[in-house]
């Protein structure tokens, strides 16, 4: 059986060119949504996928209809791939029922996971560099180098508490308590 899904991503776009498309395919049923790729809930995408039976086919009428990105429609494919579904995309004439329309996907496949590594490698040649500058990532820390001596010079009034301490900076005790382990101040167990 080939089941169709048709996508178009506002209101105002009109679906007839991807239902001609699968009529033409012989798709005996088309499920079909308004709904913009980013939006991660595609309730009639799910439904298709649910319809889906071992020697059915998903057709579809471009790749980008499918999936949100590569990742994600390397993900589907697979998926139905697992379950002895077959998949169609009418533009693009891949068609995994075929030895050379799983080669295509597999190379699609490689070509996700071939982003994938080099983001995560320029993620990590990043924050290399910017240590190597002096930068550290993360946050900015709540109180500056200077605020920390204050913080320390306060807590050496045994009539003052932490809990006032970390009021007059506007922070909670922890952020204090961590401020002043980085700074390598010694805690007072006494100014809690």
């Known amino acids: 059986m080939r089941i169709g899904y048709a996508r178009v991503s506002t209101q105002d776009q009109n679906p007839e060119l991807q239902l001609d498309a699968l009529s033409a395919a ?11 790729s980013r939006v991660r809930e595609r309730p009639e995408l799910e ?13 579809v ?5 499918l999936g949100r990105s590569l990742k994600d429609l390397v993900e589907i494919i697979h998926g139905l791939e697992a379950r002895g579904v077959a998949f169609r995309s009418l533009t693009e004439s891949i068609d995994t029922s075929s030895a050379g329309g799983r080669l295509v996907f597999h190379v699609f ?6 982003e994938h590594n080099l983001i995560r490698d320029r993620t990590v ?15 900015r820390p709540k109180l500056s180098k ?5 913080a320390a010079a306060m807590l ?6 932490k809990t006032e301490v970390a009021a007059h900076f506007g922070i909670s005790r922890v952020t204090l308590n961590a401020a002043l382990d980085r700074a390598g101040y010694p805690q007072n167990p006494a100014a809690a």
């Open 47 to 59: 439904a298709c996928l649910r319809t889906l039976r071992k020697g059915d086919t998903l057709v």
């Open 109 to 114: 496949g490689a070509l996700a996971e071939f």
């Open 146 to 150: 200077a605020d920390v001596r204050k």
């Open 26 to 36: 012989e798709c005996e049923q088309v499920f079909q949504e308004k709904v913009s």
């Open 61 to 65: 009428w471009r790749l980008d209809r």
């Open 125 to 139: 040649a990043g924050l290399a560099a910017a240590r190597a500058r002096g930068r550290m990532g993360g946050r």
């Open 156 to 161: 050496k009034d045994p009539m003052m508490t």
